[in-house]
């Protein structure tokens, strides 16, 4: 049974960094590609990025610039950092698996969220 | 790149059949076939329904069904039931400049009246 559970400040300043960690059981982190997805209060969901099998990473052009990922695969998780974060970053944060290496490009396992806040 | 459009909300009578529709462009759902709905209760997080238009995964119920005209995708929802009310995303697949990129619509609210 997979399960992802996320980790970090449910509170940032803003400028600040904001780092979570999303640990993973029941898969292996080397076999998958895994993301991070956002949802801002009241509102839809946003891609945040992938890091890949390889550790290799891909962001959504929108964040790019702001967003790093990376992984652990000796301890099962993998990272999202986002610097300079304003209050349009306060939102609920979600890592999922991405089962892109098997060529399927839905999320089929979502960890169960984590909201974060900036204040000013 | 824009996100897929969706009505904001859809409603219907127990035992109904309602279709939710997610309107992306030619260079998403209109080329691809990686479009993929979830469904999301309050206080819970997503739930995948379909993926790849039309596939449910394992534990899904056959009430739900996917298809795709062009570059709209819809989700039909038969015999609805009460615990059917939540809200439904669509996602596709739309890579740009050579680079992956998911774009998930803006969501229906689903009410059974």
């Known amino acids: 049974q997979v399960q992802l559970q996320e980790s970090g400040p449910g509170l940032v300043k803003s400028s600040e960094t904001l780092s979570l960690t999303c640990t993973v059981s029941?898969?292996?982190?080397?076999?998958?590609?895994w993301s991070w997805i956002r949802q801002s209060p009241g509102k839809g969901l946003e891609w945040i990025g992938y890091v890949d099998n390889n550790g290799v990473t891909n962001y959504n052009p929108s964040l790019k610039s702001r967003v790093a990922m990376s992984r652990d695969t000796s301890r099962g998780q993998f990272f999202m950092r986002l610097y300079s974060v304003t209050a349009a970053d306060t939102a609920v944060y979600f890592c999922?698996?991405?089962?892109?290496?098997?060529?399927?490009?839905?999320?089929?396992?979502w960890g169960q969220g984590i909201l974060v806040s900036v204040s000013s | 790149q824009s996100a897929p459009t969706q009505p904001a909300s859809v409603s219907g009578s127990p035992g109904q059949s309602i279709t939710i529709s997610c309107s992306g462009s030619?260079?998403?759902?209109?080329?691809?076939?990686?479009v993929s709905w979830y469904q999301q209760r309050p206080g819970s997080s997503p739930k995948v329904l379909i993926y790849e238009v039309r596939r449910r995964p394992s534990g899904v119920s056959s009430r739900f069904s996917g298809s795709k005209s062009g570059s709209t995708a819809s989700l039909t929802i038969s015999g609805l039931q009460p615990e059917d009310e939540a809200i439904y995303y669509c996602c596709s697949y739309a890579p740009f400049n050579k680079f992956a990129l998911w774009l998930f619509g803006g969501g229906t609210r689903v009410t059974v009246l």
């Open positions: 999922a698996r991405l089962p892109l290496g098997s060529g399927d490009y839905y999320f089929d396992h």
């Open positions: 030619d260079s998403d759902i209109g080329t691809y076939n990686a």
């Open positions: 029941g898969a292996s982190i080397s076999n998958f590609y």
